[in-house]
């Protein structure tokens, strides 16, 4: 797990100071190593947390001839067979490392060669014969990849603020990137919050010539599962095998592990699977936060480890802590997400880096199986939804802001922008295939935007804060494959969701926690944006630059108002909005960066800057 950057430029050597700059700002995705590699046309770097091959999987990576230089950020699991394979037709390695197969890869298949590729991840390969640079990304988009083309070149990181350090300019906010943030909670597929960037989509790849010609092409996508008639018996049976394969593969490390373990089933799920691997987590972690009114997992997490005989270590925290860390969960997500589960996160990562360098994490489990309660809305709700906001068949169609309320608060220039923040999922629901059903719909929508833009967002960042490589078992994309064609009667009965995978880990689980209905991680929230707290939220926003640049003064106070007179949770999370934005644009847009301090009460961050 690693940070990646570079600079590959048409007519001169970049500079080796703007990739000095890059190492830096993302030392924290790899405080054990770093590399750099510069050339007349192509600049690499690259930091690494150290994970497989400890004493020779430094990067950049190259070829026996050197034609081939390769950076990567993740895992690719199945190096090993991937490596044997190549061995046969010939391939010589020089290192251990996951990465290396990938460049042998690419020379023995051609482009063809990421259909090879089993992991998470995103990677730069520069082939020098040809002069060009490939750029991908794994198939779920757990490993983030950013670009930006310019006049003179290509220029990419695993961060926002990688790019800015590699390019020196302070960047300008994306009118679409901000108004998808505050209607949907995340700017989604290639937009981001800054203009001229993008994302480069999961399951994606892009090709960039010697003379700045680019190609971009998804060499995987949800879209292609097709729906199998099974069983659950034979469901199962082909379950087993390839979660006995995903478990194998997952388990690779050269260093010890945790498991964030939650009350929840797929934490609890992933537990039984490493035990019944044979493999012991050094320990597992879980976060309360007692005394306050959202929901405590720790008893049921700590239920889970008792059962299994794990060390378990659980965090207790206090609404103030929570508070106290957004300033710097902005910094390190440096992508605005509402998913204030990310604090919680942050301090979870924090506590287990101590011990561990990679923690298995759940993430994916209610996308692939359908777990989530939005799937299952009464028909004559999604009918009525779709009537209103037609295109995505009645789901994700909830605004943040009413267009009341946009009209009220947001300036022209962002309401324009924000007249197609739901293009996105309507775009998903229409490429999918025509045999599918509304929920298969439904949970690529998911995959293609939430899952990648929003929650993956928070898991890699939130742990890449600390150091801390997070894997996703349940994210192998052959996982997801078989959750999508499962069929729905398999997936969703009545009110419950996630039919398949309570059944099928019935041998390890007690059957009371089987029957545990969706929660997931929750961070006490509501109360801040009240009280006392009003009045210096208002001073902050209405004095904050990006606020004023693309708000409308009185519509922020209108919401202040409305939070005085009337107190209610959808005020409080628009507001939480309006404060996380101003946050953000005082680190990237007015500030140059810099990490805030781990706990500082963000009303006195915007103050006193």
Known sequence: MCGISGVFLKERTPERACLLDALSVMRHRGPDDKGLHLSEHIGLAFTRLSIIDLDHGQQPLYNHDKSLCLIGNGEIYNYIELRKQLAGKGCRFATQS???????????????FLDHLEGMFAFALYDVRQNRLLLVRDRLGIKPLFFTQTADGVYFGSELKVLFALQRQRPSVNPVGLAQYLQSGFAATDATLCNGIERLLPGEAMLIESDGRSRRWRYWSPQTVQPEATGFEDAAEH????????????????VPFGLFLSGGIDSATLLALIKAAGAEPLHTYSIGFPGSDVFNELSDAQRIARHFA???????????????RMPFMVWAADELIDDYAGLALSYLAERAAVDVKMVFTGDGGDEAFAGYGRYRRFYLQRLLKRLRWPGSGGFRTKPGFTPGEAKTLFNNRLLLSNAAWRQPFVASWRSAPAAWSDLQRMQAIDIDTVLADRYLVKTDRMTMAWGLEARVPL?????????????????????QGKIFLRRWAQRWLPED?????????????DQWPSGTRLPRLERALLGNAGIQEWFVPAGVQQLIAAQHRQPSS??????????????????????????PAKRQDPLDFLDTQ
Do not use: C
Not at 98 to 112: C, I, K
């Open 98 to 112: 996951d990465f290396e197969p990938v460049l042998h890869a690419y020379q023995e298949y051609g482009l063809d």
């Open 239 to 254: 379950f087993s095998a390839l979660m006995t394969d995903v478990m194998d593969k997952h388990l690779r490390s050269d």
């Open 310 to 324: 794990v060390d378990h270590v659980k965090i207790e925290l206090d609404e103030q802590a929570l508070f106290e």
């Open 475 to 495: 994210l192998d994309h052959r996982v997801v494959e078989f959750g999508l064609a499962l069929p729905d009667r398999l997936k969703i009965q009545g009110r």
């Open 513 to 525: 926690h089987l029957q545990l209905r969706k929660r997931g991680l929750s961070s006490p929230v």
């Open 570 to 595: 959808k005020t409080r999370l628009k507001l939480l909005r309006l404060l996380q934005f101003a946050l953000w644009h005082r680190l990237f847009i007015e500030g140059n960066g810099t990490a």
